[in-house]
């Protein structure tokens, strides 16, 4: 993913002041920042939800998105989602989907309705349709909101496991104490990324 000198403003307010990044294949990387930095703003930039004032964003493949508000119908249950965004994605099963809700530990809640789920199942649904198609780049805004520790480390399982398999894996946070997880850190601040991507240690 290659981002370009990206700009947006609500109002007056301006949010991201000339944003570049690159992202490479097979890199796990993170932006952190205060809470109203725009880091929620950024990634809606970069999944297409938002469009920039000025700049540009170049995906080199498909992409996932995992927004920080969970966008489901609570009428429909676990497998009704997931056949909407088999239909969506143009998929040819959902074995990809059912082995990420496999490491999640939540396919037992197959026939249960979204209205139901606790937080931490609605997250897990949520980062599943995120990722069942398998994308190049993911994008993931507070992505373990909810979870309790075994599902949080299994979380850090699965983004390894991308990293590994050559994906690159963006997410944002407004904490920095998972940085040690990371190849590659950034801080948003005054609307702009700090200093050069450096490895995390």
């Not at 097979?26 to 297409?48: D, H, P, Y």
């Not at 088999?86 to 396919?107: K, N, P, S, T, W």
């Not at 249960?112 to 198609?133: C, D, E, P």
């Amino acid at each position: 993913m290659h981002v370009n000198q990206v700009c947006h403003a609500y109002g007056r307010r301006t949010v991201l002041r000339g944003i570049d990044l690159d992202l490479e294949p097979g890199v796990l990387a993170g932006i952190v920042g205060e809470n109203g930095a725009g880091k929620s703003t950024l990634l809606k930039v970069l999944s297409g939800e938002l469009q920039p004032d000025s700049g540009t964003v170049h995906h080199r493949g498909g992409f996932g998105y995992c927004p920080q508000e969970i966008v489901l119908n609570p009428a429909l249950t676990v497998r009704q989602h997931l056949k909407f965004f088999q239909v969506a994605f143009g998929l040819r099963d959902l074995r990809h989907a059912e082995g990420i809700m496999d490491v999640l530990r939540f396919c037992e809640y197959g026939d249960v309705r979204a209205g139901v789920l606790s937080g931490g199942t609605r997250q897990k649904l949520n980062l599943t349709l995120a990722l069942m198609h398998d994308p190049q780049v993911l994008l993931l805004d507070e992505p373990y909101q909810g979870f309790d520790w075994d599902t949080y480390q299994r979380f850090w399982d699965l983004a390894v496991r991308l990293r590994d398999a050559g994906r690159s894996v963006l997410m944002v946070s407004h904490l920095a104490h998972d940085s040690g997880r990371l190849d590659e850190l950034w801080r948003l601040e005054h609307g702009v990324l700090q200093g050069e991507p450096t490895r995390a240690s």
